[in-house]
């Protein structure tokens, strides 16, 4: 029962993340600076959540968010 409730939980944590890494692809795509930067922030602190609830590793996590740091700094 436990088991099935923590996973239940990790479940929408990470739907959560892929959502706003999604979110953050999408403005970047478009080269919406404003969009990208506000959903970034979003993006990271999701990243850094998951890592925090064992989710993701965190060299996984930091790869992620080195890729996403490098699409936002070329939209300008």
């Given at each position: 029962l436990l088991a099935e409730a923590r996973n239940a939980q990790n479940r929408v944590q990470k739907s959560a993340m892929k959502t706003a890494i999604k979110k953050f692809e999408a403005a970047a795509a478009e080269g919406n600076r404003t969009e990208a930067d506000c959903s970034y922030k979003v993006a990271v602190k999701k990243v850094d959540q998951a890592v925090a609830k064992g989710i993701l590793h965190k060299n996984t996590a930091?790869?992620?968010?080195?890729?996403m740091t490098l699409k936002l700094n070329k939209i300008g």
């Open positions: 930091a790869h992620r968010k080195s890729a």
